[in-house]
C-alpha cells in the first residue's frame, strides 16, 4: 500500500491566498479542476456470480473547465493588482489604514463683521416692506371708501354773505349750564355778525329742543353770561364822571350834589314784540340780550337794535 503525499487542494479560498502572500510566496490563480470519480472495474474471479439486482451505471463525464474563468471575482482581481504593482501585505494594510483616516480640513470661522451687514440689511428690508404694505394699503382704502357728499344745511336767515369756519368756539371759556347744551341742535343753528347802525355785532340764533328747559338754564346762566360771554360782548368803557357842584344851606353849611347810578343786571323787556332778557350796564347800555323769536328758536345778540333786526329776517326767510 503506497504512502500517500499532503491532500490535495480542491477549494482555493481568499485567507490561503493571503497565508501565501505572507510567507512571500505567489498564489496559484489558475482554477482547480475537479478530480474524476473513479470507477472500479468488476474483476473476473472464479466463481459464480450472482445476477445484479440493479444495473450500475457509470456518472456522465463532466469536461473540465476552460483556463480562463468567464466570472471575474475579488480575489482574482486582487492577485492581478498586487502583480501589477509589486505590492506587499504592508503597503496594503498602511494604505487602508490612510483611508480610513480622512484629513480634517480646518474651515475658517466666518467674519462676525459680515454677519452684522447681513442682519442690518434684513432690518432694513423688512421695514421697508411694512412700510409699503401700510402705503398701499391706505391709497386701497382710500380709492374704495365711498365719497360722502354733505348737504349744505340752509341758514336760518337770509345772508349777505357766507364763510365755512371750523372748531369754532373752542377758544371760549362758556359756562352755560348742561341743560342749556342738551337741549341746542346744531341742525338748524348759526352764529354771524350783523350790522345795525354802522355797528357791527356778533349774534347766535340757536335751535332748541325744549322750550321750558332751555329758558330755565339761561335763567340760572344770568349770574355769570356777562362775563361768560365778554369776548364776544365786552363791556362798554366806563364814562368820566363830572365833579358835583358844591351849593349852601340857610344856614351856611355847604352840601355836594349827589347822583344816583344803577345797577348792572338783566331785566325784562319787549322788543319787536318778543319777550326778552336785557343785561344793562350801570350806564342803561344794552350789553346783552336774548329772547325767542319763538318756542324754537333762541336769538342772542348785542343790543335791541340787533335783536330787532334778526327778528325780522327770521320772519322774511320763513315766509319764503
Known sequence: MMDKGPPEKYI?????????????????LTPLAPRPAEVRQPTDEGGPHPEPKERLVAPAYTPPLPANAPLKTYAGDFSERMKETKASTATILAAEQDRALPSLQAVPPESSHRNILYSIVGAVLLIAGIAGVYVA????????EPVV??????????????????????????????????????QGSMAGVVQVSGRQSPFFILSVL?????????????????????????AYPTPVLNTPAATTTPSGVPKAATTTTSVAAFVDASI???????????????????GYWNQATLIIARDAAAFTELVGRL??????
Request: zero cysteines; a negative charge; charged letters at 25%.
Open 137 to 144: 394699503y391706505t391709497r386701497y382704502r382710500a380709492a374704495t
Open 272 to 290: 319787536a314784540n318778543h319777550d326778552a332778557r336785557v343785561y344793562r350796564d350801570t350806564a342803561g347800555r344794552d350789553v346783552l340780550v336774548y
Open 315 to 320: 320772519a322774511t326767510s320763513r315766509a319764503q
Open 149 to 186: 357728499v354733505t348737504e349744505n344745511v340752509p341758514a336760518p336767515i337770509f345772508v349777505d354773505e357766507r364763510e365755512e369756519i371750523s372748531d369754532t368756539g373752542r377758544a371760549l371759556s362758556v359756562g352755560a349750564p348742561d341743560v342749556l347744551l342738551r337741549n341746542v341742535s346744531a
Open 210 to 234: 325744549s322750550y321750558s328747559n332751555t329758558f330755565s338754564g339761561m335763567l340760572s346762566w344770568e349770574q355769570e353770561m356777562s362775563v361768560d360771554l365778554a369776548p364776544l360782548f365786552p
Open 12 to 28: 482555493r479560498t481568499f485567507a490561503g491566498d493571503m497565508e501565501t502572500l505572507q510567507k512571500g510566496g505567489t498564489p496559484d
